[in-house]
């Protein structure tokens, strides 16, 4: 097959074909080897890039670490401003960056790329980390505390959503004074290197953000092992996630870690369906279920299970699937290896006895067949202890379980591994508080799904779901160390 360019992008006047970034340079990898990146909807190839390896993740390790110094003892000020430049860049190349990222992963256009709003919430606060003075016991001694920065910070970004994940990763490291080298998944990398390229263009010096492209078992594995990484962020399952951590272990390097999800939706015998059945239905829909947050399991009692089933069921059937480029609600799966996990999850879900509502099967004919499709489905009579209920499947796949009472929605709601969001649905303000309360899991939405609507929420886990926040002022500090100072007059 040829390199093509789709959908009017011309994804070689972006960037250089086989290339990855490491300081000032964009190099092919040190074997010579490249990654075919495709458009899951066609299986066309977009574009070859870098299959670096172990050497690769060194020389971007040590650009970072020469860039270092010069970054660190930049006034914060300044390094707002280059971080606005870089803002104003995404943003007026948003509808590249968003059609890059549709492209490479397959998802609907959202519209321009969100990537500027959270360089502009970050340069906002990179003047404004600070220490404090602390109580002295002796009128000639001062003490207080001072944050700075790591050094050399790795991050390894998912192929879900790169261009946000990368950015709300790499925007605190550098506006902290770190410096960072970015491994992007292999599916989904030319966002992230799109990015990079931004970042130069604004006045970030070379060094501050490279990125090296390749494969989680050789670039991937190579980052976190490497000595000179001081901290590092990682996105993906809890298997990948357990590994990562075996490495920093090894050199006692802090991380944060985002391990994916199987969000309940607690969905109570008032809630108003109305509001609901949309919310839901996006919920799993969106980014064809390609989401850490999606909203795998609708918790709602016997009472109105028939009818919510039903509604949701229509409202499946009215979900236009297809090519990102067209009018549609849905794309594809990332890829084949994807794609046949999710048809697993399929085949157990009714091996194990739950009812199939609707979906269930791969889409064949016309411009499915170039492509990685499959419908979104609903699993009716799911039990707590199916795998359907318990694993995440990272596709649209839906499982309604029942409850008779709020304690059992509860223990349901807890049920699993995970615990990064859930949401509740009811006009009874006691109970949502109740429930809020009560749900294991780091991010809670009443009567809505997710965190429209606020600005700077944190986002993270509990349990298997990870630790650490991202999106927030508390992400700021996350990469920076604390130091006492005490000064004797």
């Known amino acids: 097959m040829t390199v093509t360019a789709s959908a009017g992008l011309d994804i070689r006047a972006l960037l250089t074909d086989g290339s990855h970034l490491i300081g000032p340079d964009w190099v092919p990898a040190v074997s010579g080897e490249t990654i075919d990146v495709t458009n899951p909807a066609t299986q066309e190839i977009l574009l070859r890039v870098p299959r670096g390896g172990a050497a690769d993740v060194d020389a971007a390790v040590q650009a970072a ?15 707002a401003e280059l971080l606005t430049a870089w803002a104003g860049l995404c943003r007026e190349h948003g509808t590249e960056l968003s059609t ?7 998802h609907p256009y959202w519209g321009p790329s969100p990537v500027a709003r959270t360089l502009t919430f970050v340069a906002g606060m990179a003047d404004k980390v600070t220490g404090q003075t602390l109580p002295s016991a002796q009128p000639d001694v001062l003490g207080m505390t001072i944050r700075e920065p790591y050094g050399v910070c790795g991050c390894i970004i998912p192929w879900n959503v790169p261009g946000p994940i990368m950015v709300t990763d790499v925007a605190p490291a550098i506006a902290t004074g770190n410096t960072v080298v970015v491994k992007p998944a292999e599916d989904a990398p030319l966002t992230c290197l799109l990015l990079a390229k931004l970042a130069l263009e604004a006045g970030i010096p070379p060094g501050v953000i490279n990125v090296v492209t390749g494969y989680g078992p050789e670039a991937g594995a190579a980052l976190p092992a490497h000595p000179m990484v001081r901290r590092m962020g990682f996105t993906g399952s809890p298997e990948t996630g357990t590994k990562i951590m075996e490495a920093c272990a090894a050199n006692l390097v802090p991380l944060h870690m985002e391990l994916g999800g199987k969000a309940p939706q607690i969905v109570l015998a008032d809630a108003d369906l ?40 229509g409202a499946f059937g009215r979900v236009r699937v297809g090519p990102w480029h067209e009018d549609v ?22 091996q194990e006895g739950a009812r199939l509502v609707t979906g269930g099967h791969k889409l064949t004919g016309g411009a499915y067949d170039k492509g990685f499709f499959v419908e979104p489905t609903i699993f009716d009579e799911v039990r707590p ?23 059992e929605a509860l223990a349901i709601a807890n049920g699993t591994r995970y615990g990064l969001n859930a949401c509740i649905w009811t006009r009874d303000i006691g109970r949502a508080v109740r429930l809020a309360r ?29 630790f650490g926040r991202t999106m927030s002022a508390e992400s700021i500090l996350d990469f920076t160390q ?7 007059a």
């Open 438 to 466: 009560g749900v294991q899991a780091g991010s809670v939405t009443i009567n809505g799904f997710g965190s429209r609507g606020v600005i700077g929420a944190p986002w993270g886990g509990y349990k298997h779901s990870g």
């Open 274 to 313: 109305d509001r609901a059945i949309p919310a839901i239905v996006g919920s799993i829909t969106l980014n064809t279920g390609q989401v850490c947050a999606a909203g795998s399991r609708v918790l709602v009692g016997r009472d109105r299970q028939a009818e919510l089933v039903e509604r949701v069921a």
């Open 65 to 79: 670490a020469a860039a270092f110094p010069a970054w660190r003892d930049t006034s914060p000020a300044v390094r």
């Open 385 to 407: 202890d199916m795998r359907i209920a318990q694993e995440e499947i990272f596709g649209p796949v839906l499982s309604v379980l029942s409850y008779s009472d709020e304690e």
């Open 329 to 350: 609600q849905m794309g594809p799966l990332i890829s084949a290896k994807q794609e046949a996990r999710v048809l697993g999850y399929l085949g157990i879900g009714q």
């Open 482 to 488: 604390l130091k006492t100072v005490v000064i004797n």
């Open 100 to 106: 890059l990222e549709s492209l490479e992963v397959g």
